[in-house]
């Protein structure tokens, strides 16, 4: 049996009067003949619960599969050794006085933290802002209030989006935090998982007045590794082909994004302890927004809807703006990675030269490195 | 009386989609396309994996292979084709696999135990020749089984399959053809 298609022409007619060739094709094609095998290797149940198992991973739940039995001894080790870890950082976290919730807001966000004896409240205004927050210790508090509506947190990291002075969306990365509209809790949200007011406008953070009533939650389809916010979620790809999402997005119907999660470090100027006695007020507010978000979900979104030269084009745009700031990496290996899709290798190996040479310790560094050597050694 | 409507099944979207906007949707993070991935391609992938690590621990580098696509940590970028793709996932999940101590040896115990035959003499034979094709399969070095799998078997051609195993193209030819004959000189030893 041939395997990949028909033979070219010009063979068969070299293998009419070549003896040698002849009986080299006959020894291949008998010894692949050996292992023709019709037996499927996956039984039916197998599938099924392989296949359960995959849609319960792309929509962001955890079911653990039955681990053979040599794995189970290594499991409990870990956990034991896991537990001891737990325990050293929780006598750490009761000696430690405790950081306070680090707000990363985005272009145009206006948001105030007030501080008191039971916690703290980010009112947040307009925009929408990314929020880390440690454990929060029994009987205290964190909350972000948008209008009437409310996000209450244990101790987790999420991002919230005001709309028309309402609560328009909430993406969660880690943990748990539940979310009430007017005073009525209406969602639980955890890991992986995103809500979103109905009827709140997508095109961008606060960009319309909206009258929401009810929720949806949507399945965050395990919330895509983002650009530079959640670093710690990168791994290893199976070879360089392999990429990432670099936009945590916020979604109107599951395929829009709404706006990308903010880079780490773009400062919030109104940091403030919480556990004060007294009550305090900071307040944070940035630039107007330029359509930087935009831009970069609309080159995302050209990019995994295979559109090569749209997302070339979107990225280059976006590469010769001054105001990329914690982006630039992002957008240069992105275009790289359109450059490459085209076939532009010695464009998009200096592009990545260029990448690694201005951030050498970029979340995505190996991977330009790899390309980068592939690129090389078969110029 | 009661009225007979005729019901037309509707054919999944996923279903008539191509490989490629498959995996984009499954980039996505579409529940839908991943099942519709697994469905298209989990009897090729599981074919493979079963020939690089046996047939024990084929399950396990498949539901890994399509965890990682489902999970976002390996994203269709559009360099190859969508079983290129996957297979080298399925490579570098079954070279992890293959790390633990002991995993080779068993290979070889999981590689004989192929089904014995139903019935007829043809197929008794051809089974005893897959047997022991498998034996030979599983007696190679990690290096000429990967690229023997993936050329011979596969169908890749050597600049594909040499993306994936990190060699060169000329490194893949002479892997296949080293594995080849060590195949066949197994087989015909053990036919002796």
């Known amino acids: ?379 | 009386m009661s009225k007979v409507v005729k019901l037309h099944a509707r054919q999944p979207r996923e279903e008539a989609m191509g490989d490629e906007a498959l995996a984009h949707a499954c980039a996505a993070g579409d529940p839908a396309a991943i099942g519709a991935l697994f469905d298209r391609f989990q009897e090729r992938v599981a074919r493979y994996a079963e020939r690089l690590v046996g047939r024990t621990d084929a399950e396990d580098v498949v539901q890994l292979t399509f965890l990682e696509v489902a999970r976002g940590q390996a994203t269709y970028d559009g360099r190859a084709r969508v079983s290129t793709w996957l297979l080298a996932i399925a490579t570098n999940v079954a070279r992890h696999q293959r790390r633990s101590a002991g995993r080779r040896r068993r290979l070889g115990a999981a590689l004989e135990s192929v089904p014995p035959p139903t019935s007829g003499h043809t197929q008794m034979e051809a089974r005893a020749q897959l047997a022991d094709a498998k034996r030979a399969l599983a007696a190679l070095s990690v290096k000429l089984r990967e690229a023997f799998v993936l050329c011979e078997l596969e169908g890749l051609g050597a600049r594909e399959a040499g993306r994936i195993l990190g060699a060169s193209e000329a490194a893949v030819w002479k892997r296949v053809s080293k594995a080849r004959a060590q195949i066949r000189a197994w087989v015909e030893t053990d036919r002796r």
């Open chain 1, 1 to 379: 049996m041939r395997r990949g298609g028909p033979r070219p022409l010009a063979v068969g007619v070299h293998l009419v009067s070549c003896a040698q060739c002849r009986a080299r094709v006959a020894d291949t094609e008998e010894v692949r003949s050996w292992f023709d095998d019709d037996e499927p290797v996956l039984g039916t149940e197998a599938r099924e619960a392989i296949r359960f198992q995959l849609q319960a991973a792309a929509r962001g739940a955890r079911t653990p599969r039955p681990r053979p039995a040599k794995w189970r001894g290594r499991i409990a080790f870990a956990a034991v050794a896991l537990a001891a870890v737990a325990m050293v950082v929780v006598a750490a976290a009761a000696w430690w006085p405790g950081e306070p919730a680090r707000i990363e807001p985005e272009p145009g966000a206006d948001f105030e933290r007030i501080a008191d004896g039971h916690g703290e409240v980010v009112e947040l205004r307009r925009g929408a802002a990314t929020f880390d927050v440690d454990e929060v210790a029994p009987g205290a508090r964190f909350a972000v209030r948008v209008g009437p509506d409310e996000v209450r947190v244990r101790g987790t990291r999420f991002r919230v989006v005001a709309t028309g002075g309402r609560l328009g969306a909430v993406a969660v990365a880690e943990g748990v935090v539940e979310v009430f509209r007017d005073g009525a809790k209406v969602a639980t949200i955890r890991r992986g998982e995103r809500w979103r007011a109905p009827d709140a406008v997508a095109a961008a953070p606060d960009s319309a007045s909206a009258a929401p009533s009810g929720s949806r939650i949507a399945p965050a389809s395990a919330l895509p590794a983002p650009s530079s916010a959640l670093a710690s979620s990168a791994s290893a790809s199976p070879m360089d082909s392999a990429t990432a999402s670099p936009s945590e997005a916020l979604s109107a119907s599951g395929s829009r994004p709404v706006a990308a999660m903010g880079p780490v470090g773009a400062a919030s100027t109104g940091r403030e302890r919480a556990g004060r006695s007294a009550q305090t007020r900071a307040s944070g507010r940035t630039a107007e927004p330029p359509p930087l978000d935009a831009a970069f979900d609309r080159a995302w979104q050209a990019h995994v809807t295979g559109d090569a030269e749209g997302a070339r084009r979107a990225f280059a745009e976006l590469a010769a703006r001054p105001d990329l700031g914690a982006r630039r990496p992002d957008v240069l290996f992105w275009l790289a990675q359109s450059e490459l899709r085209l076939g532009e290798r010695s464009t998009a190996r200096r592009r990545l030269t260029v990448l690694l040479e201005e951030h050498p310790t970029y979340l995505r560094a190996s991977e330009a490195r790899a390309q980068l050597r592939h690129l090389e050694e078969s110029p």
